[in-house]
Every structure is written in C-alpha cells, then in structure tokens.
C-alpha cells in the first residue's frame, strides 16, 4: 500500500493509517507499505518494485482485480516476451521514437504487433506487468485475478459497485458517494489543488541540475511543464501537458516527485527504466 501518494500521482484521499484500519478490519492480516519513490511509478516499475518486495516477504500467491478475467493468457504472454526480450525492446523503442508514442502506447502496440494481443485497461496492464515481473525472475508466486465488472474511469455503476473514478468525482463535486464504499460516513478529501499549489511554488525554484536529479524527467519535459504553468486549475494543466508523446499519468507523477523533492537527498535510482 502506497503512502501519501498514489501510483498515478496524485494525493490518497484517505491516510495510509486509515486505509490500513480499513484492510484490517476487513481480514487483512499485514499491509506492506511502500515508499514513495517506489509506488509513484509508471505500472511497469510499480509492479516490479511491488512484487519484488513482496516475494522477500514470502508470499506464494498474488490476486488482483483486472478487467480481464484470463490468467492463463496473461502468464502465457509473459514467458512469449521473456523469449524475445530484444526484439520486443527494439520494437517498443522504434514506437517511442519514429512514432512518438508514450511508453504505455509503445508497448501495448508492440505486444500487439508480436502476439496478436494487447492489454489497454488500466488494471489489465498493471496486472500483466505484475505477471511478466513474476515469469521475469521465475519468482513462485501464483497468480490469481478477480474480475471488474467496472472499468477504471467508468461513470456507471454496477449493483451498488462503482469505479474509484466515479467515487472521487461524486466526492469531490459534493455528491453523494456512501452507498459505494464499505464505511460510511468516510470523507474523501481532494488535495489536488493544494498540491498544484506547492508544485507551482517549488518548480520556479528549481534549477537545471535539479531536474536532471528526477527520475521521471527527460527530454525537457520541465519546459512543458513552465510553459503551462499559467494555468489556473490542475486538471487544466495536466490536460494543456498531456499529449501523445506524455500520459496525463506521467504528468501527474512529474508533479508528484517534483513537490517530494529535496535538495541533497540521495536520489532514487530505478532499476527498470523507461526504454
């Protein structure tokens, strides 16, 4: 479980202590929780770094929910990549580059382009990166999925289940949320703002060996970022960053690691990077 921020970048909207009061209560016997530079991570990294840590706590089986109810194809991809690694690599760079794709588009039209097969739902993609990080390092942990029957930023609902998506909306714009959540009377605070706040504050004071020193940014991507920074709301900034070549995701995360960086703290190294 992720601390402060999610994986996508943005504040929880609800404390780690309380959402690990809320898994325990619900038969949770231990939660892991992870560090920042750990979890605010595009999925491929994520998973690693998640499972990884896992594995050292000896777990022999992993289930998470996914779109997709088919393990076995999931497990079946894994290992057909693990074969071709460099030809998967080299197809994926080709799309970054000629194609100026982002990363998670690069892939899904590589794996498509190799297999005849693509994930492009969030929790389909992160699942399979769980999957290829397991068949990767031949790790014994067993694989199980639980289907959503709800997409990840669907506005419908489903026999009283709804997206996180739609729930922060309803939260957020006031409405009312508690009939999709476990507890009542919870308030889902959103922090979005406030964060934009800081981030316009600290990225003015920046200099260029500071950018150099975070992970997510490359490319210059930190003039995007300045040239925008006009804008007045967050989502209105994440949407004038956002393009083919950049995620509104990795936006979000630049954001993210940007306001949690500290001058002479030791930086974060990943040990999968981006192609």
């Known amino acids: 479980m992720s601390n ?4 996508r970048g943005e504040y929880n909207v609800l404390s780690f202590r309380k959402r ?15 560090k920042f530079e750990e979890s605010c991570q595009a999925a491929h990294i994520f998973a690693r770094n998640s499972i990884l840590r896992l594995n050292k706590f000896g777990i022999d089986k992993l289930v998470f929910g ?10 079946h991809l894994a290992k057909f990549l693990k074969s071709n690694q460099n030809k ?6 080709t799309k970054m580059k000629k194609d100026k794709l ?17 994930f492009t739902l969030p929790n389909d993609i992160l699942g399979f ?40 909306q309803l939260a957020f714009n006031n409405k009312d949320y508690q009939n999709y959540i476990p507890y009542k009377k919870i308030k889902l605070k959103n922090k979005n703002e406030y964060l934009y706040k800081k981030f316009k504050k600290k990225i003015l004071k920046l200099k260029t060996d500071d950018f150099k020193k ?18 007045l709301t967050y989502e209105n900034f994440i949407n004038k960053c956002t393009s083919k070549r950049y995620t509104a995701s990795r936006i979000k995360r630049i954001i993210a690691w940007i306001v949690n960086y500290r001058k002479g703290k030791k930086i974060w190294k990943n040990e999968l990077k981006i192609i």
């Open 129 to 168: 990166e769980y999957i290829k990080t397991i068949i990767e390092f031949d790790l014994p942990i067993a694989p199980f999925i639980i289907q959503r029957n709800i997409g990840f930023h669907s506005t419908e609902t489903h026999n009283n289940f709804a997206s996180a998506s739609l729930i922060r």
């Open 20 to 34: 690990k009061s809320i898994a325990h209560n619900f038969g949770v016997s231990k939660v892991l929780k992870l």
């Open 4 to 7: 402060k921020f999610t994986q």
């Open 102 to 118: 982002a990363y998670p588009k690069a892939t899904s039209e590589a794996l498509k382009e190799l297999t005849g097969k693509n």
């Open 66 to 75: 996914s779109e997709t109810d088919n393990v076995d194809e999931m497990i």
């Open 214 to 231: 975070i992970p997510l940014i490359s490319e210059g991507i930190e003039n995007l970022l300045i040239k925008n920074l006009n804008e």
């Open 88 to 93: 998967y690599n080299e197809l994926v760079r």
